[in-house]
């Protein structure tokens, strides 16, 4: 059972980039749809962005749109988030999550649509 585990949150100030890792444990992402979302403390988990298997077409969230980037390794099995330009309001823990999508379905902006989930990484961007 692949199992994703998310790195690269850290400490950073308003302006800087930073990317995330998300690596598949136990198994291989192989085409399976995979998302990033985040939660900030008291507010609902968020759809960040989310990249599919099979075209590897992106999709991002609304406050994300233009400052984030999602790509994927196949051969690491390995899904990276590039993030710039960051903001205080992008604290939050962030989740990788993944799920098997057949041909031509988009991957879900629901974190419902999604089975596996890693144990999230701290992003936290000071003022």
């Known amino acids: 059972q692949v199992q994703p585990v998310e790195s690269g949150g850290t400490l950073v100030q308003t302006g800087d980039s930073l990317t995330l890792t998300c690596a598949a444990s136990g198994g291989t992402f192989g085409v399976f749809a995979v998302g990033w979302f985040r939660q900030a403390p008291g507010s609902r988990r968020e759809f960040v962005a989310a990249?599919?298997?099979?075209?590897?077409?992106?999709y991002y969230g609304d406050s994300v749109k233009g400052r984030a980037t999602i790509s994927r390794d196949s051969a690491k099995s390995t899904v990276y988030l590039q993030m710039n330009s960051l903001k205080p309001e992008d604290t939050a823990v962030y989740y990788c999550?993944?799920?098997?999508?057949?041909?031509?379905?988009?991957?879900?902006?629901?974190?419902?649509?999604?089975?596996?989930w890693g144990r999230g990484t701290q992003v936290t961007v000071s003022i």
């Open positions: 999550a993944a799920e098997p999508r057949q041909m031509g379905v988009p991957p879900s902006k629901n974190g419902l649509g999604y089975s596996y």
């Open positions: 990249i599919s298997g099979y075209t590897e077409r992106t």
